[in-house]
């Protein structure tokens, strides 16, 4: 195939890879924890911090992180203070950063052309330097899932048990924002702002249709991110349309067929029921009316 | 051990905003000790193992557990197991029984760190004692009721604890899991395991606990079961109408079992 040979293309695609992986990996976490919505308020955020690196004339992907990182924390703390629900605070975090990005491209003079790329993505952005930024930080992310995979594991399963067991559950739920806000940010080049929220969620959401156990739900979506993100940018190139709608629709296709094939819905009615009782003794008439109390 | 008290709560006050919901506990649990926490929904029981276990700041009064203030518990965290209400977990999460007991060790494992064999082994046993061993591989969406609670007993056991915690554990249980999962209970606590049990299943709790403590925001009666049960605490506790359930019932059941 002759595309493979321009550079460009290369590059993406190994971005994409990349991006697929590491989005598929955080997604698990995401889907199981419900931070669907702080991932989506926290892409947004990316668009401040895109923004400012455009008026300041430093690489946008560079600036987006600090900026991203310091929604993520921002949610994080109101949201565990408990003075506001989470969704509130993710409510207004969101608008704002968005806000702050309007007004820093308001503030430049000239609008800049390259926007439309960093809100849908586009195979043609990934510059060298991208590249390497995508790597090192993909490399990074994956690199502390691996260290800390039994403690994002449990905190993301029980996260109460966690801290009561000595998990530093609190550190480790501030941990997982951040490696939400760095992919995020890893992705944004490739699938764009408004739709990185969907490449972290629909690789897992389809993977968890498929599977009950943690491990190969993490295999299965980072089998299904990969393969949207370089069939979609292939797809891409050869149909000229933007490069993260089409990864993110042939991820949430792949999504709708899981589902569809979902064995879940037989595991379900595989449930075991405790034995039936013996008949009742002296002792359990009175439990008999406790029983029908709690129902 | 020059120091027999295990838990020790002195006027604690817990307050959630303006609301009260423990005033002026003083409570102390002996080593080797089998106590029952009982009282109404929102009585404040869960918030109770809350405090011991440092999940929850008393706003006065003072609490120790082995000796130290929980939120100040290291190492001493291992000696608790704790066993929370069955439902606080999302129970089709894509994870097995067997790594779910092994979660129990993660604390003492340390971070960053794998589990090692000898972690492997622990949560094993701990499976083995409460009889769950077979369903190492079974994913948790997939276990009935009793089953579940179970593993997540063994879960509290992974670490060796000395003084087990549940809270209720009997919720969504029916009677022939609960009876067996009490006399487990008891089998634990024979082997010298302190045992605090939050329930509002009176009846079967005064037949295995050698301590019932009522609570109703504050501590209403406190000491054994047949004199606790005999009396008035339960009215006190539950308001009348609630007691002709239990009433004149409770006491006789007490007589029968022992």
């Known amino acids: ?295 | 051990m020059a120091n027999q008290t295990v838990v020790q709560l002195d006027r604690v006050c817990v307050a959630y905003g303006d609301l009260l919901v423990l005033e002026d506990v003083s409570l102390e649990v002996s080593r080797g000790e089998f106590l029952a926490v009982i009282g109404p929904n929102g009585s404040g029981k869960t918030t109770l193992l809350k405090v011991v276990l440092g999940l929850v700041r008393p706003v006065r009064g003072e609490v120790r557990v082995f000796g130290r203030a929980p939120w100040q518990l290291h190492s001493e965290r291992r000696r608790i197991g704790y066993c929370a209400q069955g439902a606080s977990v999302d129970l089709i999460f894509p994870v097995r029984a067997g790594e779910v007991v092994l979660m129990g060790r993660y604390g003492r494992i340390g971070l960053a760190r794998r589990p090692s064999g000898a972690d492997r082994a622990a949560a094993r046993r701990a499976m083995e004692r409460v009889g769950v061993a077979d369903l190492a591989d079974r994913p948790i969406a997939r276990l009935s009721g009793g089953q579940r609670q179970r593993v997540f007993l063994a879960r509290a056991l992974a670490s060796d604890p000395e003084l087990l915690l549940l809270d209720e554990p009997t919720t969504g249980v029916d009677v022939a899991a609960t009876e067996s999962l009490y006399e487990l209970l008891r089998a634990l606590h024979e082997t010298g395991i302190t045992v605090v049990v939050v329930s509002h299943d009176v009846g079967v709790v005064a037949s295995y606990a050698d301590g019932v403590a009522c609570i109703n925001r504050r501590l209403v009666a406190h000491g054994r079961p047949e004199e606790v049960l005999a009396s008035d605490a339960l009215e006190q506790m539950y308001g009348c109408e609630a007691m002709f359930l239990h009433h004149g019932r409770v006491p006789h059941i007490v007589v029968e079992k022992r």
């Open chain 1, 1 to 295: 195939m002759e595309i493979l040979e321009y550079a460009f293309m290369q590059r993406a695609l190994v971005a994409g890879a990349v991006i697929g992986a590491v989005c598929a990996i955080i997604g698990v976490y995401v889907v199981l924890k419900g931070l669907s919505f702080i991932g989506a308020g926290i892409a947004h955020a990316s668009f401040g911090g895109v923004a400012l690196g455009f008026l300041l004339g430093v690489n946008p992907v560079l600036s987006a992180i600090g900026f991203c990182l310091a929604t993520a924390w921002g949610i994080g703390l109101v949201a565990r203070k408990g003075q506001l629900k989470e969704d509130t605070a993710i409510g207004i975090f969101f608008a704002s950063t968005m806000a702050l990005g309007i007004l820093f491209i308001g503030l430049m003079h000239g609008y800049n052309v390259d926007l439309f790329g960093y809100l849908f993505g586009s195979i043609l952005a990934v510059t060298r330097e991208d590249l390497w930024i995508t790597l090192g930080l993909g490399a990074g992310i994956l690199l502390v899932v691996a260290l800390f995979f039994k403690e994002l594991l449990f905190v993301t399963f029980d996260p109460e048990m966690a801290q009561v067991t000595g998990v530093p559950a609190g550190k480790i739920y501030f941990l997982l924002i951040s490696l939400v806000a760095l992919t995020v940010v890893v992705s944004i080049k490739v699938v764009g702002i408004v739709l990185v929220s969907a490449l972290i969620v629909t690789p897992a959401a389809a993977a968890y249709q498929l599977t009950e156990d943690f491990r190969r739900m993490m295999a299965l979506a980072v089998l299904i991110g990969v393969m949207s993100a370089i069939s979609g940018l292939l797809l891409s190139y050869v149909l000229d349309t933007a490069s993260g709608a089409t990864i993110v629709l042939l991820a949430t296709l792949i999504f709708f067929v899981s589902a569809l094939a979902s064995p879940r819905r037989r595991w379900a009615r595989r449930r075991p029921r405790d034995p039936r009782p013996a008949p009742l003794r002296s002792v359990s008439s009175d439990n008999g009316i406790h029983d029908r109390r709690r129902q």
